[in-house]
């Protein structure tokens, strides 16, 4: 299993501009989340989905949508880039199921976004 | 929204010392998580505690969740320079701040 992928490692934008961060899993997990991470901040929820057809907003959605189409993909869309939103992009999911390993989260490996 | 704060943010020790990094809230957490993650790279699970007063080991590292579920500790015997990294603890919908542990050869 590759588990938690995304795509791409590294991008700049220039301000205005939009893009999309591409989340694949493999383990069949029901919930996916994606963060951003500034330095010396920790982890910011920006979404999550619950399943597929399900979002909802975390603690930071301003400038960002997403959409969960299927179980394994869950891609992050900024619209009109702004410096505000350099930074580490993080994607995770979990099995929200019974059980003690229900909150545990997988992540990916990150997407260093920089916006000038 | 559950809110961790972990103590210290920052800790520098020699190889071969021991440290602890600290996980409190005044919420009581019916589970909790530590994670590490190295420069570049992103969080990987560590361990999860579910009981008041658990510990569980995992090699050099030990993690304690309190009696009453509200705080977690991680302690790091013999640290060696592989334990660099930043340390996150976690619960069901909240994440802390990290502490950053550095480890000098």
């Known amino acids: 299993n590759a588990g938690v992928t995304q795509t791409p490692k590294f991008r700049i934008l220039k301000i205005g501009q939009s893009m999309t961060l591409q989340c694949t899993q493999d383990m069949n997990h029901n919930y996916m989340y994606w963060y951003r991470q500034d330095p010396g901040m920790g982890l910011k929820l920006i979404y999550y989905?619950?399943?597929?057809?399900?979002?909802d907003k975390g603690e930071v959605p301003n400038g960002y949508n997403v959409s969960r189409s299927t179980t394994e993909d869950f891609p992050l869309r900024l619209e009109l880039a702004a410096p505000s939103q350099t930074s580490v992009y993080f994607c995770?999911?979990?099995?929200?199921?019974?059980?003690?390993?229900?909150?545990?989260?997988?992540f990916g490996p990150g997407t260093r976004l920089t916006v000038t | 929204t559950q809110l961790l704060e972990q103590s210290p943010q920052f800790l520098s020790i020699q190889e071969g010392e021991n440290l602890t990094v600290y996980c409190n809230s005044s919420?009581?957490?019916?589970?909790l998580q530590w994670y590490r993650q190295e420069p570049g790279e992103g969080p990987v699970l560590l361990v999860t505690v579910v009981t008041g007063g658990e510990v569980k080991k995992l090699k050099r590292l030990t993690f304690q969740f309190g009696d009453a579920r509200k705080d977690s500790s991680l302690h790091i015997t013999a640290a060696q320079t592989g334990d660099t990294g930043l340390y996150l603890c976690a619960g069901p919908s909240s994440f802390g701040a990290g502490t950053t542990v550095t480890v000098r050869a």
């Open positions: 919420s009581v957490f019916s589970s």
């Open positions: 995770a999911s979990s099995y929200m199921g019974q059980g003690r390993f229900r909150y545990e989260q997988y």
């Open positions: 989905s619950v399943g597929a057809g399900i979002t």
